[in-house]
């Protein structure tokens, strides 16, 4: 399996467009979430989803939308770009969050916004 | 989830065993003590977990304090590929923010 897939890779974006960063995963997991990673702030929650239909706030959620229609996706929202939210964007997934099943992640989306 | 403490950065000579200290003195009962590293410009990668007893995989060994307050990853015989950000995180079983920290820089040298 291909374990957590993102894509794009990279994308640039002006200020004021929207995109989704979209977030796949093939191993059943119920746990989803997306974290950003600026330099020197580590890694810092977006948004989590506990299975589909369920989703909830991390650290810095403000800017940004997900929804859960299927286990499988996780798709991340900016409804309109800031140069505040260029940024690398990871998604990981686990299999279940009341267990101890250790985080997958994506090998991220690398945003500029200009 | 308990708040972890780690040096910001390490040197280590390859061949050599690397031990990488994790400070989580605010950890509760059942609360995992987890560690990822990330290579650079690549997505976080697992190392291995654990709750009281020590745990060893093909990639390293933990090593958890009776107290609980304290661990340390020990990568045996560290190599180039090694050299990544190490990040120590703590958490219990309930829904939950996993929240990562810093990290420490583990620099290998030949």
């Known amino acids: 399996n291909a374990g957590v897939t993102q894509t794009p890779k990279f994308q640039v974006l002006k200020t004021g467009q929207s995109m989704t960063l979209q977030c796949a995963q093939d191993?059943?997991?119920?746990?989803m979430s997306w974290y950003r990673q600026d330099p020197g702030m580590g890694l810092r929650l977006i948004h989590y989803?506990?299975?589909?239909?369920?989703?909830d706030q991390g650290e810095v959620p403000n800017g940004y939308n997900v929804s859960r229609s299927t286990t499988e996706d996780f798709p991340l929202r900016l409804l309109s770009a800031a140069p505040s939210q260029t940024s690398v964007y990871f998604c990981?997934?686990?299999?279940?969050?009341?267990?101890?099943?250790?985080?997958?992640f994506g090998n991220g989306t690398r945003l500029t916004v200009t | 989830d308990a708040k972890t403490t780690q040096p910001p950065s390490m040197d280590c000579a390859e061949g050599r065993a690397a031990n990488l200290p994790c400070n989580h003195s605010?950890?509760?009962?059942?609360?995992?003590v987890y560690w990822y590293r990330q290579i650079h410009s690549q997505g976080p990668q697992y190392i291995i977990h654990?709750?009281?007893n020590n745990e060893t995989n093909e990639m390293a060994s933990l090593i958890i304090t009776e107290d609980r307050k304290s661990s340390t990853l020990i990568l045996p015989h560290a190599t180039l590929r090694d050299t990544a950000v190490y990040y120590c995180?703590?958490?219990?079983?309930?829904?939950?923010?996993?929240?990562f920290g810093q990290g420490t820089i583990l620099t290998v040298h030949p």
């Open positions: 990981a997934s686990r299999r279940g969050d009341r267990d101890n099943s250790p985080l997958h």
């Open positions: 191993m059943n997991h119920e746990y």
């Open positions: 989803s506990v299975g589909a239909g369920i989703t």
């Open positions: 605010t950890i509760s009962g059942n609360e995992y």
């Open positions: 654990g709750l009281k």
């Open positions: 995180i703590v958490r219990g079983t309930s829904y939950g923010k996993l929240t």
